[in-house]
Nanobody
Framework: QVPLVESGGGLVQAGNSLRLSCEASGRTLSGYNVAWFRQAPGKEREFVARITWISGTTYYADSVKGRFTISRDNAKNTNYLQMNSLKPEDTGVYYC??????????????WGQGTQVTVSS
């Protein structure tokens, strides 16, 4: 088990920024690929961004490319999702996930409880 805890969500106006954090409680994120997904009400969970452990290569959904940045701080055992130029359509619950590969939620084993992001127009 890898207990994950997300934080940093909130209510912001369109155009503003938020930074989400994902920590592994009592465990290290070392060795794990980390991904962020989001789920809006009535919609399926969708891929947002991911970073590979070995090379640190990052991947983004087209809808967030150029606005969001995924990163990690190994010393703090924390993964981040910097979200700039937020839009109302970015609203949803954001989850981090580990122990998987690719852009499909079903391919990840461990999930956090999620953090709510609401962007008002």
């Amino acid at each position: 088990q890898v207990p994950l805890v997300e934080s940093g969500g909130g209510l912001v106006q369109a155009g503003n920024s938020l930074r989400l954090s994902c920590e592994a409680s009592g465990r290290t994120l070392s060795g794990y690929n980390v991904a962020w997904f989001r789920q809006a009400p009535g919609k399926e969970r969708e891929f947002v961004a991911r970073i590979t452990w070995i090379s640190g290569t990052t991947y983004y959904a087209d809808s967030v490319k150029g606005r969001f940045t995924i990163s990690r701080d190994n010393a703090k055992n924390t993964n981040y999702l910097q979200m700039n130029s937020l839009k109302p359509e970015d609203t949803g619950v954001y989850y981090c996930a580990v122990n998987g590969f690719g852009n499909k939620a079903v391919d990840y084993d461990y999930w956090g409880q999620g953090t709510q992001v609401t962007v008002s127009s």
